[in-house]
């Protein structure tokens, strides 16, 4: 009976911060190129099945390319008239994953040099809702809890990466 009511008690408890969609890694070299996945932990809703993931490239990323996955598609947006070899401001991948699964949706990216914080936007589309995986932090309060945080991604500065290999 015990161990029932702990299950019980754990369902009940709030989703924690990797359950919402988050970078996979969250920091990355800057200047680099890096593989970066988009990580959807949960559907829209309880139950729900994810449909789309739409995720918005920030200014800055060179160059971003989706990596292919079995069972989904993926459609890649630019600004009219972009350079075809320019960033997309957007790639969504379409297919289905049901609320209980997770998974990743990786891009290659070519990261700004600048150290930074980037941010990307993912508006996710399932069967019988939308979130739009959108609020930033303001940059007062680092800590504060956001419902529906944006996925970010850290840039460390090149020379710092290396600082830890000092002869
Ligand atoms: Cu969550």
């Known amino acids: 009976m015990r161990k029932i009511v702990l299950t019980l008690l754990a369902l009940a408890a709030p ?3 990797a359950a919402h969609v988050v970078a996979a890694p969250d920091t990355a070299r800057a200047g680099s ?9 949960h559907a829209c809703s309880a139950g729900d099945v994810t449909l789309k993931v739409r995720i918005e490239i920030p200014p800055g990323v060179v160059s971003a390319r ?3 996955k079995p069972g989904w598609t993926y459609e890649i947006e630019r600004e009219a008239g ?22 990743d949706f990786p891009l290659l990216m070519k990261l700004p040099t600048a150290a930074d914080t980037l941010v990307f936007p993912v508006i996710q589309t399932c069967e019988k809702g939308e979130s739009q995986w959108a609020e930033v932090p303001s940059t007062g309060a680092p800590g504060e809890k ?12 090149a020379d710092a990466a290396s600082a830890g290999h000092k002869h």
């Open 82 to 103: 972009a350079d075809p070899k320019a960033a997309p401001s957007a790639v969504t991948f379409t297919g289905r994953l049901p609320d209980e699964a997770f998974d």
């Open 33 to 41: 190129y890096a593989a970066v996945a988009f990580r959807v932990g």
């Open 15 to 17: 989703l924690p911060a």
């Open 66 to 68: 989706p990596q292919p």
């Open 146 to 157: 956001l419902s529906r945080p944006a996925a970010t991604l850290r840039l460390i500065p």
